[in-house]
């Protein structure tokens, strides 16, 4: 199964609001990310968790919280976003996270926010 | 500091043509990684290749093959007998030792479109 999954496909929030988006993979992949992308731009990296703990933190404002359950589970919790966080986010894992692995991606949650 | 250029934002052609991708990388490493990625317009980037810096043979799978200069700097994607189901935007990516190993710098992107 080489598959990463990602809910809501769409999510449609205000400003006030607070939701998650949810990424799951069962290929025992250690080592997780979240990307935000905007039309016609490249994925830009968000966040690494590698072995379950937060590696890499890309200057990401503090409205957007991950968090990593266990080693399957990749969570994004969005509090008080802006209209200009409106994107594609895009989770991936990868074997560990150490080398330059090759990145599984899911299909997306895109987020639209008034 | 590392940069990946994808100087084609779109390119158009008609089914059974090919069509190659360009992609030029800057790194001061002598040890990098090089992938390729394509996006359908479903969203999720699917794995292509990759390929390490020591390992300059050009490689073919199927309709696809990948040309590594790296006296040009250059990671070139190469689509044989075009078909509709290749359009997407396909990018180019960087990984060396300057990033944790997991970090990913990504070309522009070059949107491809395969016309019936």
């Known amino acids: 199964d080489t598959e990463v999954t990602q809910t809501p496909k769409h999510l449609v929030m205000g400003m006030t609001n607070k939701k998650s988006l949810k990424c799951e993979q069962h290929?025992?992949?250690?080592?997780m990310y979240w990307y935000k992308q905007k039309a016609k731009k490249p994925p830009e990296l968000m966040f690494v968790?590698?072995?379950?703990?937060?590696?890499i933190n890309e200057s990401v404002p503090s409205r957007f919280s991950p968090e990593c359950p266990n080693s399957s589970l990749l969570n994004l919790h969005l509090h008080a976003l802006q209209p200009e966080d409106s994107a594609l986010y895009l989770c991936?894992?990868?074997?560990?996270?150490?080398?330059?692995?090759?990145?599984?991606f899911g299909p997306g949650t895109r987020l639209t926010v008034t | 500091a590392q940069k990946v250029t994808q100087a084609q934002t779109e390119i158009s052609v008609v089914e059974k043509e090919d069509v190659t991708l360009d992609c030029v990388y800057e790194?001061?490493?002598?040890?990098?990684?090089l992938f390729w990625y394509k996006q359908p317009p479903s969203g999720e980037l699917v794995f292509l290749i990759r390929?390490?810096?020591?390992?300059?043979q050009n490689e073919i799978s199927g309709r696809y093959s990948w040309n590594f200069q790296k006296s040009t700097s250059s990671f070139n994607f190469t689509i044989t007998a075009s078909q509709v189901v290749d359009s997407a935007v396909y990018f180019c990516?960087?990984?060396?030792?300057?990033?944790?190993?997991?970090?990913?710098?990504f070309g522009g992107g070059t949107r491809l479109m395969v016309k019936p």
């Open positions: 790194t001061r490493d002598t040890t990098y990684y």
């Open positions: 290929m025992g992949h250690r080592a």
């Open positions: 991936a894992s990868s074997q560990e996270g150490q080398l330059p692995d090759e990145q599984y």
């Open positions: 990516a960087l990984s060396d030792q300057r990033n944790a190993g997991n970090m990913l710098t």
């Open positions: 968790y590698s072995y379950e703990k937060l590696s």
């Open positions: 390929r390490n810096s020591f390992d300059e």
